[in-house]
Every structure is written in C-alpha cells, then in structure tokens.
C-alpha cells in the first residue's frame, strides 16, 4: 500500500529551490545505508557493506550534466562527463559488481564511492562546480528501523521535497520491498509533480462525460500517457489533459480518477477522486405543487394511513385507515369517491399503516399488501403483512360494494433487532423483495423479506436489516410501478430517490435524495399516506382527517419522451425547437433537450422512432 503523501510541490517550494541550489530536480532519492546479506552471497566472496549505494534521481524537464559536480560527507565521489536524462535515476555504489549481481544491469552504475555509509546517521552533500551545496541530505536509523539491517531502504518521499526535508524524517520512508528498488522510482515514492490535478467533469450527454485535468507545466515533458479510472476500473488513456468517457450510464454517480505514466513506465498516484452524477433520461425527479383532485369520504374513522394505486385498473386507488380491530381497506377512484369496501375475512387488525402494490414470485396478477406494522409502544413480537390478489372493483361510484377476499396469505414478520413502530411499506416490482422502514426521530431503519424467503415460508419471517437512512418519522411511502424512484415522507416532507438500472433498492437510498413536495400541515393535519400513480406521472397524498383532501402531484420531470422544450407535451413545437438547438446527425454527444431522447447520447433518426412510439405526440 501506497503511504499518503506528505507534501506537495508549490511553485514556492521550487522557486526556493532554484534559487538556493541552481540544480534543482538534482537529488538523492534513496540510500541503502546498512544492507543485509544472503549466505550465497558471502559464499561468492561479497561483504555486507559491499551491497550499499545511492541513487540520483533527475526530477526535472531538462537534462543535467554533472561535470565538476560532486558528493561529500562521509562517502566522496567526483562526478565525470555524465548527462542524466529527464526523471532518469542511476546508482552509486560501494562496489559496482555488488549492486549488478542483486539488482541486474538495466540502470546506470555511475561509479564506485569512496568510504562507508554509517549504519547510525549520517550526511551527505551534492556539491555545485562552484563549491556551493546544492543539496544537503541527512539520515537517521531510527527514522525507519526496517533500513537499519533489515534489507530495506531509506527512499524519499518525494523527488520535489521542500529543501528541509531532505534532512528531516518527514522526507524519508521505507522502501516498498526488500533490497530496495536501485535505479528505478520506488513504489513508496511518488513524483508528485506529475500527479493530475483540478480534475473537472462535464456532462454532454447521459452517456458522455467530458474530462479535464491539469499538470504542472515543468513536469509535462516527463509524462508519456494519462490513464483513466471509473469506479476503480480503468476506462481509458489519453494523451492530453482531457477525456470523453462515451459508457456513462444515466442515473447513476461514478467516481473518476486520473493517474500519470511517466517515461520510464511508472504510475503516479491518482488524482483526488471526482464524482459525477448522470441523470435519468429527461432530468432529475421534480414535481408540480400539488392539485386537489376532491375529497375522500364515506371510508370508516378517515385515519387514512396507507395509499397504493392499482396496476390492474387504472384509476382506482387503495386506502387504509390505521387503527384497530379492522378487517376493510377501501378502494376509491382518483377523485376521492368511494368505489369498494373489501374485507378480509377473519382478521382484526392491530394497527394498519400502509398499503403496497406489486407482483409475487411464482404467481400471476398483481397483489396487494396490507401492512399491519404500526406499534406505538415497540412491543410487538411480530408485525404481519397480509397479501391477497387485487380484486375487481367497480370503475365508477355506485353505492357501497362489498368484497369479500376469498384467500390470502398472512405473512408473519419479526425484527432481528427488537420491536419497532412503522408506518411504511415497501415491495419491489424489480426484485419482488418487500421492505419495512421503520419511524423514528432523525433516522429510519430499512428492513427487508426477499421474495424468496417468502415464497417458503413455512412460519415467522426474520426481517434482515440493511441499511440506516438519515429521515425523520417516515410516515408513509411507495416504489414507482416500472422500480425507477422511491419515495418516503412525513407530514411536512418527502424525499425521492433515483434508482438506475440494476441498482439495488438500498444502494439507491445511499445517494443523495432530491425533495419531493407535499402539502403539509396545516392543510393537511397528519400526512402519512403517498403513491405514485400506475402510469408514473405523478403521485397522490391524502392526510388522516375528515373529508381530507386528496391530492395529485403531476410529474415535471424525467420529462415526457420527445418534450424538448419543456411545456409537458409533445408536439410540433418540440420539433421546431430540438431542430433548433439540437445536433441532428452529426454525431456530437446531445441532451434530452437537444434531441437525445432515446438515451444513447446522440440525436439522430432513432430518436425520433423512440419518441413516437412511447412519447404520446399531440397533433
């Protein structure tokens, strides 16, 4: 594992350097001071001392010529007609044949220093031609005890140190390997000159997203290529400071980084991590304020808590009241008036709070489940959901009609974690899974019945916990009828949250939640019930209450397939505006507003037949 960095190069810190030394970027980037020694070795007549040596290191963009340079402290070395190359490194040895017969001959063995290296402490200079120090460099065996005979070396921590730090241990570290890495860059020593940084991304499209970086102008000759990365997996090279990353996906964040390979092959660390959010095809969730569709009545107490809508007949809603000793739920259409009382004959509930709607594993039709979940006082062993297949109800109001279920199933649940109250209820229309969010004050906790497991259940189902959401008294909430958003509220709020395709539903309430309105009080004295509508273009709320209103939020966005300009429809006006503003066939990256609307990121042809055929076009 890589060590953070402890500095970074300023444009002071170089400046300074230049200024006291006039060869900066000339330095000593690793000292085997005390080095250990194999039996074959001593068999093939090497002393211990013989495997020691330091390396130069070049850390700038130009090239350096060391004639009249020279090393002084307790070894010495006269340096000769020697040029090193931009970020290149080579040796100096106690004894050449030493350091080729461990390390190989891929570097430069510069020559043969005079003396021997303390296993204590010790100081070296790199003298100027002029007599001046260019670099003094100090070390310590106690900085690092892994070098002091343990066949490790001492390395910097970085070639743009400040001055100071090559005399202090805040500039000096262990090598990432034993024998220490003679004449290459250790893996515990990064050039930091060449790390990217101010990484920027741009959106162009739900599946382009536009890159760009910079690099210290002094270190850009020593960099080959830039590499990529998207959530830890590399994506792509470039040669520039920019990147088109043209395999983003819609809803979704991603995390990018970008790393240097620099001449010799060697990877810098990552830049600082930078997260990017693409956006369902058509934007963001948002919503209208909400409209009074008319007042529900004639449904028992009116403590309705619960509200799911049918996906087997449009236009007709579910209701609860919580509360108990009840056996009825209520089916209503979407302007308040009651169509249908259906009972489940033989239970008397404890306290119903929510409604769900949604398939079941292994069976056909849509079903209903009732929650009864709610236990002010925690006390409750268990809490049960009771699940039966939607019925058929009259389209319009009639007069009270009855309907008896004549099967269903009783779903018996039990924390992991001791009793909770609850007032939300959950089923997937992706995974078939149902989920418990539980009321508290500042957190909710998610508690989850996979499909699975209820299809075999042969007694109590233990919830699994599986995630803590930071939302206050969650009162009542639903998933979108295709899984795409889930929302929570309480009386005041509601959250929504995004999910992308093959998202779970808990790694969706990990990012961050976009609000949602709702009527709140006084209007409404106790909102607790939500639902999408079956079509997803909005939802409804209701508050507990007499006579309480019952309200529909229309959808605003994601918008409607082929509503480039935004009014809600589609029609010829979004074909005069997307030809004006759009990109037509010229393959450039394009927003749902420029035409993209069937998500590839482009606007040609195929746009067109997507909008047609599922944008519902207004002659």
Request: no cysteine.
């Amino acid at each position: 594992m890589r060590r953070p960095l402890r500095h970074r190069l300023t444009i002071e810190s170089l400046e300074r350097r230049q200024v006291l030394t006039g060869w900066s970027g000339l330095v000593i980037s690793e000292i085997m001071y005390h080095p250990d020694i194999t039996t074959s070795e001593e068999a093939d007549g090497f002393r211990q001392t013989d495997f020691e040596f330091i390396e130069l290191h070049n850390s700038s963009t130009q090239s350096i010529d060391l004639n009249g340079v020279s090393l002084e402290g307790e070894v010495s070395f006269k340096f000769g007609s020697v040029v090193l190359a931009p970020d290149q490194y080579a040796v100096l040895a106690n004894k050449a044949t030493a350091i080729t017969q461990r390390y190989g001959t891929t570097f430069d063995v510069l020559g043969e220093f005079k003396g021997t290296l303390s296993n204590s402490n010790g100081d070296l200079k790199i003298m100027a031609p002029d007599g001046s120090v260019a670099l003094a460099v100090r070390y310590d065996d106690g900085w690092e005890p892994l070098t002091d005979g343990l066949g490790y070396s001492l390395v910097t921590v970085n070639s743009f140190n400040p001055l100071e730090d090559w005399t202090t241990h805040a500039g000096w570290t262990t090598s990432a390997q034993a024998k220490g890495s003679a004449g290459t860059r250790d893996l515990n020593s990064v050039d930091t000159s060449i790390v990217p940084t101010q990484l920027i991304g741009t959106v162009l499209s739900v599946r382009h997203v536009e890159l760009t970086w910079q690099v210290q102008s002094s270190a850009a000759p020593l960099v080959q290529y830039f590499k990529v990365y998207r959530d830890d997996s590399p994506i792509g090279i470039s040669l520039t400071t920019e990147f088109v990353n043209a395999t983003a996906t819609p809803a979704s964040t991603s995390t990018y980084r970008v790393s240097t390979i620099d001449l010799a092959g060697n990877e810098s660390s990552q830049s600082e991590p930078l997260q990017v959010t693409i956006a369902p095809l058509g934007g963001t969730p948002t919503f209208a304020a909400g409209s009074g569709q008319g007042g529900v009545s004639s449904l028992g107490d009116n403590e309705l808590s619960g509200l799911a809508a049918s996906r087997t007949q449009p236009g007709v809603l579910y209701v609860v009241n919580d509360g108990a000793n009840s056996d009825t739920l209520f089916a209503i259409d979407e302007g308040g008036s009651s169509l249908a009382e259906i009972r489940l004959p033989g239970v008397q509930s404890i306290d119903w709070e929510d409604i769900a709607v949604g398939p079941v594993a292994g069976r056909s039709g849509s079903f209903i489940f009732v929650g009864d979940i709610g236990d002010n006082q925690s006390k409750r062993d268990t809490i049960q959901v009771y699940r039966f297949q939607e019925p058929v109800v009259p389209l319009s109001p009639i007069g009270t009609v009855v309907v008896d279920v004549a099967s269903y199933d009783t779903l018996d649940l039990r924390y992991p974690d001791g009793a909770h109250d609850a007032e939300v209820l959950l089923v997937d229309p992706i995974t078939l899974d149902l989920f418990v969010v539980t009321k508290e004050n500042d957190q909710a906790g998610v508690y989850r019945a996979t499909s699975a497991r209820m299809a075999t259940a042969q007694s109590t189902i233990e919830l699994e916990y599986i995630a803590t959401l930071a939302f206050d008294v969650a009162s009542g909430g639903d998933i979108a009828p295709d899984g795409s958003e889930i929302i929570i509220r309480n009386e005041d709020l509601a959250q929504v949250w995004w999910r992308s395709p093959g998202q779970t539903i808990v790694d969706a309430m990990s990012t961050a939640a976009f609000l949602a309105p709702v009527i709140g009080r006084p209007t409404e004295p106790n909102g607790e019930a939500i639902a999408y509508r079956a079509d997803n273009s909005g939802y409804f709320t209701v508050s507990e209450g007499a006579f309480q209103q019952l309200y529909f939020f229309s959808r605003t966005a994601p918008r409607l397939v082929g509503d480039a300009n935004s009014d809600g429809q589609f029609n010829s006006a979004d074909l005069v505006f997307v030809f004006q503003v759009g990109h037509y066939g010229t393959g450039e990256p394009s927003m749902f507003e420029q035409g993209d609307w069937n998500g590839d990121g482009i606007f040609d042809s195929s746009d067109f037949v997507a909008a047609f055929q599922t944008g519902s076009y207004l002659a």
